[in-house]
């Protein structure tokens, strides 16, 4: 079955801990994205990668890193240093960039 | 950046009401998806639709890019789609960002 998987589906963390959000396809596409969710609000970028080995800032990327060793796996970084890291979490990817975006089924971040 | 408005906020229909959900957007575009969020977050591609219209069984949507609005049509609807409807687009001076509307949160009675 190709897809994209995220794990874990719930997280909690405590302050000042780091913490790695999982971005997995298997559907051979170039480009994947990172996207937060808010209560009762729309999808904001955080990160997106055109291919392996490069990545770029969104509109919300302070606090966030990521790495694009594999083709298949996209993985997010919630550092310390973002103040308001409880949300919701939504790994999307495409074929190639500009092309239609396919989503995974999120990750629920809850800092306590 | 372009800017995204979606109407109604909320929408409220008894089972087998038609609707009609509006997305309005103040740049040209190259890039128009609409989505379903379902109760468990899941985005659900409904619509790949920079122009023109489709249709996919009870579901259709239209886009006239040069008036820079979409529509998404739900007939006989059903409960379980219930749930937040998003459209988002790339502009065409955007780069890579898909940009979202707020959403319609859409509520399905039997």
């Known amino acids: 079955d190709g897809g994209i998987t995220q794990s874990p589906k719930y997280l909690f963390r405590k302050e000042g801990q780091n913490v790695t959000l999982s971005c997995e396809q298997n559907l051979n596409h170039d480009a994947m994205y990172w996207y937060r969710q808010d209560p009762g609000q729309g999808l904001r970028l955080i990160y997106y990668?055109?291919?392996?080995?490069?990545?770029q800032k969104g509109d919300i990327a302070e606090g966030y890193s990521v790495s694009r060793e594999k083709k298949e796996s996209f993985p997010l970084t919630v550092t310390s240093a973002q103040k308001n890291p409880t949300a919701f979490y939504l790994c999307a990817s495409s074929i190639w960039d500009y092309n239609e975006q396919f989503f995974g089924p999120g990750t629920r971040l809850t800092v306590l | 950046g372009i800017q995204v408005e979606q109407s109604p906020p909320d929408l409220i229909l008894q089972e087998g009401a038609n609707s009609t959900l509006r997305c309005n957007f103040s740049d040209s575009v190259n890039n128009l998806q609409w989505f379903h969020q379902n109760p468990w977050g899941q985005l659900i591609n409904l619509f790949y639709i920079p122009s023109g219209t489709k249709q996919n069984g009870r579901l259709s949507a239209t886009t006239v890019a040069t008036e820079r609005y979409s529509l998404l049509y739900i007939s006989s609807s059903q409960t379980t789609d219930s749930g937040v409807y998003f459209c988002?687009?790339?502009?065409?001076?955007?780069?890579?960002?898909?940009?979202f509307g707020e959403g319609t949160q859409l509520t399905v009675n039997p």
């Open positions: 990668s055109q291919i392996v080995n490069d990545f």
């Open positions: 988002a687009m790339r502009g065409e001076t955007s780069g890579s960002r898909l940009t």
